[in-house]
């Protein structure tokens, strides 16, 4: 497992050091769930996204998701597949269990989801704080003020 270095974007970047925790994560994921469900992530509008899943033969009591200091956690898994009478010939409709786990930026917060025809869909929005946004500084003139006191000093 090769790792990467990113000892120069740490030289020119401010509080980008969870990022590298984040690359390694992503690429140590265990590949052999790594499919399934399969999933599609969307852009549904500005700062707003969805995530839609495909858990066919799930119901919404065997669906579970947690979110969890920036991670996103599906889990699904059958209710008693024991008691089940069917003998199948072929089964092509997977329900095993799983967790899909998605690793969200900062203010990124689910706002719902839902379960129709087979497909989960989490929607997420990333709502920036109004201390975070842009904001314009005024530049004050250096003459305005001395004057400003000056003429307070005289009315004294």
Do not use: W
Not at 5 to 11: A, E, F, H, N, S
Not at 55 to 79: H, M, T, Y
Not at 151 to 156: E, G, P, Y
Request: no cysteine; charged share 25%.
């Amino acid at each position: 497992m090769n790792t990467i270095d990113l000892t120069p974007l740490y030289r020119s970047t401010i509080g980008f050091d969870r990022l590298g925790a984040l690359l390694d994560s992503a690429l140590r994921t265990d590949q052999s769930s790594a499919g399934y469900p399969p999933y599609s992530i969307e852009v549904t509008g500005e700062n707003r996204y969805s995530i839609t899943l495909a858990v066919a033969g799930f119901e919404q009591n065997e669906l579970d998701i947690q979110v969890e200091r920036s991670l996103l956690s599906v889990r699904g898994k059958k209710a008693d597949e024991g008691k089940d009478d069917r003998k199948y010939l072929y089964q092509g409709i997977a329900t095993r269990t799983f967790e899909r786990k998605f690793s969200l930026a900062d203010h990124v917060e689910v706002t719902g989801a839902q379960l129709t025809n087979g497909l989960l869909i989490v929607n997420l929005v990333k709502e920036i704080p109004e201390t975070m946004k842009p904001k314009t500084i005024a530049i004050n003139e250096t003459g305005s003020l001395i004057q400003h006191n000056t003429s307070a000093n005289k009315a004294a």
